[in-house]
């Protein structure tokens, strides 16, 4: 009887242990595998980069290099998670230069997030040589953070062992990127053209031109920088009759009769430098926002931010090469000189030449993916709102209105005329349209 008694007392706490017993031997069974990528949401992409957007924010990186910035970070990210994803392909072999990648040891198991922990980390350090010691010091508490977090989770050897290969990927990832031509044209010394009254200068005191030599850089989707050029096909005149004329007075009056809805786009992309993180930046914020939006996992996220960077990325490096080739003047220049003195644009011209509109380039190519991923989908964009710069946001029924809203708010601005801004729509399709059909990432089609 006493027996029985103490076998009763004992029966929750046997209970109790059994229940533990179980749940360790499940925690035990989930370190025998490395998780798929897709069972991961993608909120720790959204805070890599977040950060970065951030990171090139406080450092003021100018609007071509904030697209390469972006691009080696979504890259970063990609390679990082792909291993655990079965249906997809590594961009190795697909980016000139980019011949190999390591691989994870067989039989080993992966924490993939801390894998990209240790890659991201270590390629933001070498995008960022010359920036002051605390932003290296920023990279590294974010990847502290982040690899505390994983270690909530995950097995401490495994995150060990994951962010250890992430830190070889990054590796490997830096010395391709050190061969892009970044560093050889930072030694370049541009003279600027004159002798001709259609040549860009600067339109106020100090200006240098900014990035000539950008199109030298190696694309990461296109075959080669001017692969989708679209020459402007239109004459230079001063004639009041001429196409050219209109255009420039087009974009005066415009200015003059701006309503207050059209104020505040002209404001919305407007993605300032140092204010912002550029305007590549703005569409990666549009990724962030959609990502929540839509719900997507980690595998979808990871490819969305690789294909839409590396396209914009691209798409400066198309339209700073037709910028330095044609080198036209800034209807601010124009204006001034042959139709009324002291007007003044809404927005400072940029110091680079006219055309093509980099906001329609890079629009048109971001929605050129984005809609191919994810076809007609409406979203409201609060990134002013988001990074703290105004309290205004912008709704939208498809990516492509976004763009063409964007390009068109150059106008508005009275930086850019018309045809750099359609012809520049028309550029950037071109150069997502390279990127989708040159960067495969699954066997089957990249929408669903």
């Excluded at 939208?396 to 708010?409: N, R």
Aim: hydrophobic share 40%; charged share 15%.
């Amino acid at each position: 009887m006493i027996l029985k008694t103490k076998l009763r007392a004992l029966l929750p706490l046997l209970a109790l242990l059994l229940v533990f017993t179980v749940v360790n031997s499940v925690t035990v069974q989930a370190q025998q595998r490395s998780i798929p990528t897709a069972n991961y949401d993608s909120q720790f992409a959204a805070d890599w980069m977040l950060f970065t957007y951030e990171l090139v924010r406080g450092e003021t990186v100018n609007a071509p290099a904030a697209s390469r910035v972006y691009a080696y970070t979504a890259i970063a990210l990609y390679e990082s998670v792909v291993f655990g994803m079965p249906s997809n392909f590594s961009v190795a072999g697909q980016m000139d230069g980019l011949d190999a990648l390591p691989y994870p040891a067989s039989g080993e198991v992966y924490d993939w997030l801390s894998v990209a922990n240790g890659s991201i980390s270590t390629v933001l350090h070498s995008l960022f040589p010359s920036i002051a010691e605390d932003a290296h010091e920023r990279i590294d508490t974010m990847r502290e953070e982040q690899n505390a977090l994983r270690l909530t989770e995950t097995d401490a050897s495994i995150v060990e062992r994951s962010i250890s290969f992430g830190d070889e990927l990054g590796e490997q990832l830096v010395a391709w990127i050190m061969t892009d031509g970044y560093v050889d044209i930072r030694k370049n010394q541009y003279a600027l053209p004159a002798g001709d009254p259609s040549f860009w200068v600067p339109t106020t005191a100090g200006q240098t031109p900014l990035e000539p030599f950008w199109a030298d850089l190696r694309p990461f989707g296109m075959g080669y920088s001017s692969q989708c050029n679209v020459p402007i096909a239109l004459e230079f005149s001063t004639d009041p009759n001429s196409t050219f004329y209109r255009q420039a007075e087009e974009v005066m009056n415009t200015f003059t009769n701006l309503t207050e809805e059209q104020r505040e786009i002209a404001r919305f992309w407007l993605d300032t430098p140092g204010i912002t993180g550029a305007p590549s930046g703005h569409w990666l914020m549009i990724q962030m926002q959609f990502a929540e939006q839509a719900g997507l996992t980690l595998d979808r996220t990871a490819e969305m931010y690789m294909l839409t960077s590396t396209a914009v990325a691209d798409a400066f490096i198309s339209a700073w090469d037709m910028k330095y080739q044609l080198n036209l003047l800034r209807p601010v220049t124009y204006i001034q000189t042959y139709i009324r003195p002291n007007w003044q644009p809404y927005i400072q011209s940029p110091p680079f030449p006219e055309y093509p509109s980099g906001h329609s380039v890079a629009s048109g190519a971001a929605a050129e993916v984005l809609t191919t991923m994810f076809g007609q989908v409406a979203f409201t964009d609060r990134t002013p709102v988001i990074n703290g710069h105004e309290q205004i946001e912008r709704s939208f029924t498809s990516f492509e209105a976004a763009a063409s809203e964007a390009a068109i708010s150059r106008m508005y601005g009275g930086i850019h005329y018309r045809a750099a801004i359609e012809l520049g729509l028309r550029q950037g399709r071109c150069v997502g349209e390279r990127v989708l059909n040159n960067i495969l990432l699954r066997s089957i089609p990249q929408g669903e």
